[in-house]
């Protein structure tokens, strides 16, 4: 017995220290593994005897070593086995072991040291290796059979051993090793939901991650945007996202997030954020309208935008299939088209306008950053409304005068009717009838008719004398008969109406030209229906054969010569169409001849000796038998009977005063021929007679209310205003008479008379002030257009007509006296349709004006 407690002192001492022996592959010492470790992760690995039979006691000793990665253990204890009830005098030895440091050596032992204490003798768990795992992203830590030198003794070194329980000899004990495998659990991440934001807000997610190795309290996860907006922030901690979304960033936006845990593994998802615009839409897309050509088309498109941006409504031209050039204003939407007189612009147009609010276009987020309008609008030509101008109509006589439609442009503009309203002097003139014109007759018009007098409106009232109102309509509706034709045809059935006017024989009025005017008293006065008689067109232009230019004005108050006002504009019905000022009114005049054309006076017979027997004896047959008796030139031969030159002819008194001069009792009134006298009427408004010529009285009518400004000395000047004119007169109650500047009116000239001191006529004629080129008349034409121009001094002209291609047309060239001069071009059949240019050189080639005419054929 004292042999067996002194070897279990030894154990219990020293462990069991053997030197090298054999054993049998029976006896086996056996450490589990554990292949899925993770990180910072505690396990236990069980340490598995198989005695091989029947021990006594047991000495392991095992390596802990790192072998790759870095894997170790942070902590480790061994613990024996609740199940493990032999070999109860037991032993721990971690002195070996150092955390962290690879490698440890850790040594253990069971013995039986007392008599009846059990031996081991079966395979059993009898201890267990606790451990933690540092924080090694992987790798392993192996436990593997050792041996290392006794510290007292160095020659005994310590191994894994048994005791054998029936003869106390000590056994080698195979070892087979433990492996730890630390394996790096990778992080995954929950996909992220696509998501729609519009420009302005704020996106707000978050980015979840999740990782196994986050249960030991190792690990830790990181975020960040792999794709995606700049301006869009992702907490690296939480993986909160967040992003304020401007107006620049409308469209789809792709988003990837990552998470990455403390060993570099990571994982990520995509998902997109779609940024939306609220497209503009347009409010206001009205018709264009309809204008007459030469005005300016206009009107504007308004459109809002529901979200304000993210830039500013902006107005941009998409497309315009007319002619002339579309100005747009791009904040306001204001647009306009100057129209010409040109047959291009005669028609139809559609010009379509975009709104945009400069949004990205990006579907599905932004299909559209803009609205379009298409604003149609159509151009007609004008009506152009003329009254005749006669030439030397004879007293005493039916003067036929035309009121025609100047149709001469191609395509011509279609009426279904019309309200005409004209004045003349029922002094000069006396009205005996109307006929419907050529237009009315050929073209099959239902209605004509003509009222003056009492029978007749003008206004509310019945006319004044010397008003007339023709009304004509193409159709009723109350039959089967239908016009053939509205005038719209260039260049035929042109007369509205024919106006048959018998002429005084007041001889006072010789050589005046007796105005026909047009006259308003409303908005109905001289207008014009459509065929269809859904618009009606009122006065754009008036003009007088004797001033120049239009004289139109919007702002006189009826009744009056100059146009429809301003009231006539709109309707008071805003359920029906605006009238149109597309029509343009010409007034014309009977040009009464002079006597001195038509007679000398008391040649009754016309046989070249005025005031014999022969003339009194026709002139005495007159009153029996009427002016049958006149056969040689009755209005010659009547103009002559005016012996007593009272201005009226065919009188009783006039056959005596004959009589008186044929017997030698009288003497025949001379015939005063009228003074021929230049004046001028400057810029600045001065009057002035040229020559010297002593004036003893002068009577102005100028448009328009002004205050006139004597120039004249000696003079005295008298003048009030009429509501349309002021009238004016110079004279001198001393006998006065002054020539050279005298008057200032600064405005238009309506008429002008002088006569000398002594009561003689004067017969104007009025030299320009500087050197002019008119537009010719009429334009368009065809094909004979009348060019006038004014010289102020004695000049040389050239007068050259070129195609567009600056090829010579025709010339005209001469040396005229100061005054307005007149040169008639008739196109011919050789010269095409077409725009041409004329040229004015004069006054040694100081002088030069080019302007435009258009040839329709």
Sequence with gaps: ??????????????????????????????????????????????????????????????????????????????????GFTELDN???????????????????????????????????????????LNNACGGTVRLDGSSFPCPNNPLVVATTQFVDCADNDLIAAA????????????????????????????????AEGHDLDLASGCEKLTYTKVVGPGAMNVSSTTGAISWFATGGDVCVHPVTIRVTDSCGASAQTSFSICVTNDAPAFTDCPDGGRYCWGELASGDVDASDPDGGPAALEYSLVSYNGPGTVNLNPITGEWSVQTQEQNNYIGSWT??????????????????????????????????????????????????????????????????????????????????????????????WEYFTYRFGASGNCGANACPSGKMRIVAIAETNNGNNHPACFGETPGTNSDLVVLHFLVTNDYNVECQQVPIRFRWYDCGDNAISSRTGDTLFISRHVYEWNIPGAIENPNAAFPTYYGANSTCDVQLDDSKPDPLRCADFWNGFIDIVCVADLDDRGDVNLNGVAHEVADAVLFSNYFVYGVGVFTVNAAGQIAATDINADGVVLTVADLVNLIRIVVG????????????????????????????????????????????????????????????????????????????????????????????????????????TEFALAQNYPNPFNPKTRISFSLPTKSDYTLTIYNV???????????????????????????????????????????????????LK
């Design 175 to 206: 070892v087979t090793g433990g492996m730890v495998t630390v394996t790096n659990a990778l992080p995954t991440i929950d996909p992220i939901s696509d998501a729609s934001i519009h420009w302005g807000t704020t996106y707000i997610g978050d």
């Design 665 to 768: 009792d009288a003497s025949p009134i001379p015939k005063v021929s009228p003074l021929a006298v230049k004046y001028t009427h400057n810029n600045q408004g001065v009057m002035s007679v040229k020559d010297g010529v002593e004036i003893g009285a002068a009577y102005v009518v100028v448009s328009g209310n002004m205050i006139p400004v004597l120039l004249a000395n000696n003079m005295e000047m008298l003048y009030a205003y009429d509501g349309a004119n002021t009238r004016l007169l110079v004279w001198s109650r001393e006998g006065h008479s002054f020539t050279g500047d005298f008057l200032n009116v600064n405005s238009q000239v309506v008429s002008l008379e002088m006569a000398t001191f002594e009561g003689q006529p004067v017969a104007l004629e009025v030299l320009p």
């Design 90 to 132: 037991r032993i721990v030895d971690l002195s070996g072991f150092t955390n962290n440091v690879s490698p440890g050596t850790v040594r253990l032992a069971a013995m039986a040291t007392d008599p009846g204490d059990a031996c081991l003798s079966s395979t059993k768990v009898v201890a267990r290796v606790e451990y933690t």
């Design 1 to 82: 017995m004292m042999h067996k407690r002194t070897v279990y002192s030894l154990l219990l001492t020293s462990f069991i220290l053997v030197f090298a022996l054999s054993s049998a592959l029976a006896q086996s010492v056996t450490f589990g593994s554990n292949a899925t470790a993770k990180r910072c992760e505690s396990g236990a690995l069980d340490i598995i005897v198989n005695p091989g039979g029947s021990v006594n006691a047991i000495e392991i000793v095992f390596r802990v070593e790192s072998t790759a990665g870095g894997a170790y253990f942070s902590n480790l204890n061994v613990v024996f086995d609740p």
């Design 805 to 855: 291609n600056g090829q010579e047309v025709a010339s005209f060239a001469g040396s005229a006296e100061a005054g307005v001069h007149e040169i008639d071009w008739e196109a011919g059949s050789i010269v095409a349709s077409g725009v041409y240019l004329y040229r004015l050189v004069a006054d040694k080639g100081k002088f030069v004006a080019n302007k435009k005419m258009v040839l």
């Design 351 to 444: 010009l379509c306008i975009k709104a945009s609010d400069g949004a990205n276009v990006c579907s599905p987020c932004s299909p559209s950053n803009a609205d379009t309008c298409c604003v149609e609008f159509s151009v007609i030509p004008t009506f152009r409304v003329s009254i005749e101008k006669t030439e030397n109509t004879r007293f005493g006589q039916i003067e036929d005068v035309s009121i025609y439609l100047d149709n001469s442009t191609d395509p011509g503009n279609a009426m279904g009717g019309y309200d005409l309203l004209i004045e003349y002097d029922p002094s000069v003139l006396s009205l005996n009838s109307a006929d419907p014109g050529r237009l009315i007759e050929e073209c099959g």
